[in-house]
């Protein structure tokens, strides 16, 4: 079996990709990152999800983007957007979180001898950020194979982004075809300590609605 780096968040998006990756034989090692983010109960469940999906290991790095702010997810001054789905960038974007993750599962794909990575982006139902569309992915690839020693000497590295182009409806059949417990994942941008999503973020409004066009039970536990 062929190893790979699945970037996994905890959430619905991330579950799906590692299910993917998995029915594609891949042999999986996770990569969870603590930046700071106020919904930490992401990380908690990116470790269920990855054990449930027979990952072959599961690491959470820590990484201080909060630090930086300029982000709903890591300033808690910041509030969440909570109003409804508007247009444009969002403040729940962090500034170059995407990069600095791809970059992190990079350099651990060096050095397993990974030549894959597995990355959740999705460019339909979405927030709009800016580090989720097919350019992105492809410029990063590029970049990649021009910047590590394994690119140089021909070991092609491939970042695979199996849902960049579907729906969240579509996404949940997916993963509910390959059997994804998505009572195991969080995705609200303010879940609490126990999980429970806040029902007006961005991230819950498109959760739900994925589900419920889908037309499957959406197993969310809600705190309202």
């Known amino acids: 079996m062929k190893k790979a780096i699945v970037l996994l968040s905890g959430g619905l998006d991330s579950a799906t990709v590692l299910a993917l990756a998995r029915e594609q034989q891949f042999d999986c090692c996770c990569l969870s990152i603590d930046y700071g983010q106020r919904h930490r109960a992401e990380l908690v469940a990116a470790d269920r999800v990855a054990r449930a999906l027979g990952a072959r290991e599961h690491r959470i790095m820590k990484l201080d983007l909060a630090a930086i702010g300029g982000s709903a997810l890591t300033d808690t001054s910041i509030a969440v957007p909570t109003s409804g789905i508007t247009t444009g960038i969002p403040i729940t974007y962090v500034p170059a979180r995407n990069t600095i993750m791809l ?10 001898g ?6 959740g982006a999705n ?5 709009g950020y800016p580090d989720c569309r097919p ?3 492809r410029a990063f690839e590029t970049m990649a194979n021009l910047a590590t020693k394994a690119g140089v000497e021909g070991a092609k590295l491939t970042i695979h982004t199996p849902i960049i182009a579907l729906s969240k409806a579509d996404i949940i059949r997916r993963g509910t075809a390959l059997n994804v417990d998505y009572a195991l994942t969080v995705s609200c941008y303010q ?15 498109l959760r739900r609605a994925g589900f ?3 037309g499957v039970a959406d197993p969310t536990p809600y705190r309202r």
């Open 103 to 112: 970059s992190l599962a990079l350099a651990w794909a060096e050095v397993l």
């Open 114 to 119: 990974a030549r894959d990575i597995f990355f």
């Open 123 to 127: 460019a339909v139902d979405y927030s």
């Open 135 to 137: 350019e992105y992915v």
């Open 191 to 205: 879940a609490d300590n126990e999980g429970r999503a806040c029902g007006g973020c961005d991230s819950c409004r």
């Open 212 to 214: 419920e066009a889908a």
